[in-house]
């Protein structure tokens, strides 16, 4: 009967959680890299990995994909044994501010893989300033995205329509939309912060960017500012006049699908939108975009596009191998990978020049034009550092405001007193202002 | 060794293992629970210990918790006055022998054996504002000129109502039946010769002899209203606002979307108060002397 003790003794010591495995010594270095595999696969991302092997023989890299790596890393984090580079959605400022993340200065200051400048410089200006604290950058986006309103070229071409620069050309459009029977925009309302991004453009679009950086500074004042509460008034008018019927209540899916399907002209949405749609898209359809118009009086840039690193890679301050792990990132968003990866997975990558001599479909061209046309590019980055703002006011607003049910100001005030809240409570961490960063 | 001892071993050898694991996998995750409550920590860096304020901040005026548990006391009576008014109607039918009453029985449990995801997602289908929108096309056929965007957040409480009540309406009638069935027949029969009507037979004689399980039902409704979490999850796809959100939803948003353990445990722990002070309120209020038969 004496036997019957080691059972659950053995069932214990089989199990993934007592493993007794170690890596191999004498094998070289192994690299585990994690990665968040959403819409664009983690195929690229491999292929990198074995060319990257194939010139470094004594590195192997372990790369992993998962759509929940958060949930993954996160105990690993906690147990300061992540893996050494990672692509996640895990609040990358609370990472940073926590001290989880390894600098990537070293790195970016090194010469680029394939090219004589430093990989710092071989990156679009500006799309590392997002992940900048204390004088050292802590994260490198492998994708580029960019906000901008989708159509149906085909669709435009039937019926005359032609896609507008300014406000007021848009509201005629959508007039014209409208008289044609099509529901001049579609919306995902289910995720009502779609908007948010609609909105900081036509904010941007009246105002010089000191004034829209000074909002993302925290200034006191910046939402009931009488040129925010005129880009509200502008959001809820396009919202209560020219969504699809019925869009409050729909999902990004099923909101596209009826672009798509032609029941709705137009749709504002990232570069993301074709990869996510891609199977549904009927043969025909020609997908071209424009520019957030400007608007009519604004003292804006009118060539600024909001556009932001996305795809972020980090490397942790606790990996076995950080320095490796930035190299093999610097390597990923080289000039040769960037090329790749644009050809691959019909989407930006961060790294300038990534489609000069490549053959790109006419949708992403279409999305070149417009971010070659930029002056310089703009993002936001309150949704991200201040998650108590964005996840509850902010979403509750601009539901309220595109439904009607709050008026403008209203919707400024109570945005102005949730980032009081922010302002005013010590325990949210707010990076010093940045001012409008320089290229 | 002697027998009683060996005895023993050869208990604790097959309970040790499954009780080990419950500690491990539920006792010890609901002690830490307990002690993250009282801790400000964002899930990836170090806790630091804030006492009691975590609670004193969930039940100030500013929070979404009090909205929260109003959302969850609307979605426990609202519907479940339906329910049981329905149920305890279709059961007397089902155990009159109404003509299908089998029919029936089938047809109304059917709900049940769909899992609670796939019947948010059927009902996210009927209230589709799309083409596929079953409800929005029989208004369309009765004349309504734009679709009603039922599941927006402002009338989701109300949308979720009849998904509810049909979900499980069907379940408690099965749970109310059983207990008619168990009434002896002989009551109804001498009731009769006594010339009491359906009704004063209803309320006199099935009701009283069904209390216990009712109250059953009534405590299954009420905690089952408190933790309301995956119809509210589902139609909001994920992004509940506070127009909408349950007490649950707002504690797995707290902890996984805003990276505020000490929040999302504090709201845990309060729900856990809140669920056991309301089965013990049910059963006392529900409390009769019992009848045997």
């Known amino acids: 009967m004496k036997r019957f003790v080691w059972v659950p003794v053995l069932i214990l010591l089989l199990s993934p959680g007592c493993s007794l495995q170690q890596e191999q010594p004498g094998a070289g270095i192994v690299l585990e890299v994690a990665v968040f595999e959403g819409g664009y696969g983690i195929e690229w991302h491999k292929s990198v990995a074995r060319r990257y092997e194939q010139q470094h023989p004594g590195i192997r890299i372990n790369l992993w994909g998962d759509p929940r790596v958060d949930e993954k890393l996160k105990p690993r984090i906690l147990r300061r044994r992540p893996p050494d580079l990672t692509s996640c959605t895990l609040p990358v400022w609370k990472l940073i501010v926590a001290g989880k993340l390894y600098p990537l200065d070293e790195a970016l200051d090194s010469r680029a893989y394939g090219q004589d400048i430093t990989w710092r410089q071989s990156l679009v200006p500006g799309i590392l300033d997002d992940f900048r604290y204390g004088g050292k950058t802590y994260a490198v986006p492998s994708n580029q995205g960019a906000w901008v309103c989708w159509y149906d070229a085909r669709q435009f071409r039937r019926h005359g329509w032609k896609p507008p620069r300014t406000w007021r050309e848009f509201t005629a459009l959508s007039e014209q939309v409208k008289a044609a029977g099509v529901a001049p925009l579609a919306f995902q309302g289910k995720y009502p912060t779609y908007a948010w991004a609609t909105l900081l453009s036509l904010y941007q679009r009246l105002v010089p960017l000191e004034r829209w950086y000074a909002m993302q500074d925290l200034q006191p004042g910046a939402f009931t500012d009488p040129e925010f509460i005129q880009a509200a008034r502008l959001l809820q008018e396009m919202a209560t006049r020219y969504y699809q019927p019925g869009a409050l209540a729909m999902t990004h899916t099923e909101s596209q699908m009826e672009w798509v399907n032609g029941r709705a002209a137009m749709v504002f949405c990232g570069l993301w939108l074709k990869n996510e749609m891609k199977n549904a898209i009927p043969a025909g359809f020609e997908m071209a975009c424009f520019p957030v118009p400007t608007v009519e009086g604004g003292k804006g840039n009118p060539r600024a596009v909001y556009s932001w690193g996305a795809e972020t890679f980090l490397v942790f301050a606790d990996a076995k191998h950080p320095k490796e792990a930035a190299d093999f990132l610097k390597f990923m968003l080289s000039l040769p990978s960037a090329h790749d990866y644009v050809q691959r997975l019909d989407t930006l990558s961060p790294v300038k020049d990534c489609v000069k001599g490549v053959r790109i479909s006419p949708e992403l061209q279409s999305a070149v034009d417009v971010l070659d046309r930029r002056s310089c590019i703009f993002s936001d980055r309150l949704a991200d550092l201040y998650l108590e703002f964005s996840r509850t006011a902010l979403q509750q607003s601009l539901a309220d405001l595109m439904s009607g049910k709050m008026a403008p100001e209203a919707f400024g005030a109570r945005l102005e007193a949730a980032i009081e809240d922010v302002r005013r409570n010590p325990e949210i961490y707010k990076p010093p202002a940045r001012g409008v960063p320089t290229p | ?293």
Do not use: C
């Not at chain 2, 005026?61 to 426990?76: E, Y």
């Not at chain 2, 149920?87 to 449990?109: C, E, I, K, T």
């Open chain 2, 1 to 293: 060794m002697t027998k009683q001892r060996q005895q023993r071993l050869f208990i604790l050898t097959f309970l040790g293992p499954p009780l080990a694991l419950y500690a491990l996998f539920v006792l010890l995750p609901a002690v830490n629970a307990f002690r993250y409550s009282l801790m400000r920590w964002d899930g990836l860096g170090a806790p630091e210990w804030v006492g009691l304020g975590n609670f004193r901040k969930l039940l100030s005026g500013s929070s979404d918790f009090l909205s929260a548990i109003g959302h969850n006391l609307f979605l426990t009576f609202v519907p479940g006055v339906l329910i049981l008014a329905l149920a305890l109607f279709f059961a007397y039918m089902v155990h009159q022998r109404v003509w299908g009453a089998r029919l029936f029985r089938v047809a109304f449990f059917f709900p049940n054996v769909i899992s609670s995801v796939a019947i948010a997602l059927l009902w996210v289908l009927i209230y589709s504002t799309t083409d596929v929108g079953l409800l929005n096309n029989l208004l369309k056929a009765l004349g309504q000129k734009e679709a009603i965007a039922f599941t927006e957040s402002s009338r989701l409480l109300w949308a979720i109502v009849p998904m509810s009540v049909w979900t499980a309406t069907g379940f408690f009638m099965v749970l109310f039946l059983a207990a008619m069935e168990n009434i002896p027949e002989t009551y109804y029969e001498a009731a009769k010769l006594d010339g009491a009507t359906p009704g004063g037979q209803f309320w006199h004689i099935t009701l009283p002899l069904m209390w216990d399980v009712l109250t059953i039902g009534i405590i299954f409704l009420v905690v089952g209203g408190l933790k309301f979490f995956d119809a509210i999850w589902v139609m909001e796809n994920g992004r509940p606002s506070p127009a909408t959100h349950t007490m649950s939803t707002l504690m797995y948003s707290k902890v996984f979307e805003q990276y505020d353990v000490g929040h999302g445990t504090a709201i845990a722990v309060l729900l856990f108060l809140l669920v056991l002070v309301a089965t013990l309120v049910s059963l006392r209020l529900l409390r009769r002397e019992r009848i045997e038969y």
